[in-house]
């Protein structure tokens, strides 16, 4: 009966009846049946001490274990915040870093390329002053053949030719005045000028040598 009057049995029977006939022979029991009534109900009482003592602090002011421990829990988690801060500037600046890294990288692989580009454009350059010079030459050995060729025809003697030999003179002579044409004009195409010239075709008079010419 006085299990079911406690609180905590919430109406529920004694659970320990086979204890109980052991027990309630020895003289701690027996005593106990003795106690005056406002002590019985202060032992009835006793369990539910602390939802009562729960309940009467509620609303009061923290102790001072209780406040330490949130002063403890809020220095930690403003503690964290900062190293959290810290960690996100941290990125930053290696972001910014790594960013302006690349640009360095990239403005570098400009500079190299503009310099390839540049080196590129110089050897075609001294590839084609070269081409040129040798062009030079050959046009110079090639006019220098012409004019031996047609200075040689020239110095020809025509005082015993006949006519078929006097007209292959002239014919051979117009020959080699023709290719003279033609090197210039070919000359001047490639160059926009006209380097070599000799007279009104470079070539020699044959009234050098008069009629009867001869060397």
């Known amino acids: 009966m006085r299990y079911k009057e406690m609180a905590a049995s919430?109406?529920?029977?004694?659970?320990?009846?086979?204890?109980?006939?052991?027990?309630?022979?020895?003289?701690?029991?027996?005593?106990?049946?003795?106690?005056?009534?406002?002590?019985?109900?202060?032992?009835?009482?006793?369990?539910?001490?602390?939802?009562?003592?729960?309940?009467?602090?509620?609303?009061?002011?923290?102790?001072?274990?209780?406040?330490?421990?949130?002063?403890k829990m809020e220095g930690e988690a403003s503690s964290l915040r900062e190293k959290m801060e810290q960690m996100m500037k941290a990125r930053e600046e290696l972001t910014r870093k790594t960013?302006?890294?690349?640009?360095?990288?990239?403005?570098?692989?400009?500079?190299?390329?503009?310099?390839?580009?540049?080196?590129?454009?110089?050897?075609?350059?001294?590839?084609?002053?070269?081409?040129?010079?040798?062009?030079?030459?050959?046009?110079?050995?090639?006019?220098?053949?012409?004019?031996?060729?047609?200075?040689?025809?020239?110095?020809m003697s025509k005082k015993d030719m006949d006519q078929e030999q006097l007209q292959w003179w002239k014919d051979y002579k117009e020959d080699i005045a023709e290719r003279k044409r033609i090197f210039r004009g070919a000359s001047s195409t490639l160059r926009g000028d006209t380097p070599m010239s000799g007279g009104d075709d470079g070539g020699v008079d044959d009234s050098t040598t008069g009629d009867n010419g001869g060397a």
């Open 10 to 71: 919430k109406g529920k029977p004694f659970p320990f009846k086979h204890a109980w006939a052991i027990l309630q022979t020895f003289d701690k029991w027996k005593l106990r049946d003795q106690e005056t009534a406002p002590k019985k109900s202060a032992m009835l009482r006793m369990d539910d001490s602390e939802d009562e003592e729960k309940e009467r602090n509620l609303g009061k002011p923290e102790g001072t274990k209780k406040g330490k421990q949130r002063m």
């Open 99 to 155: 960013l302006e890294t690349k640009i360095l990288i990239t403005e570098k692989k400009k500079e190299v390329r503009l310099a390839q580009v540049e080196a590129k454009r110089e050897e075609a350059k001294r590839k084609a002053d070269l081409e040129e010079r040798m062009i030079k030459v050959k046009e110079a050995k090639v006019w220098k053949e012409l004019m031996v060729e047609e200075k040689e025809h020239m110095m």
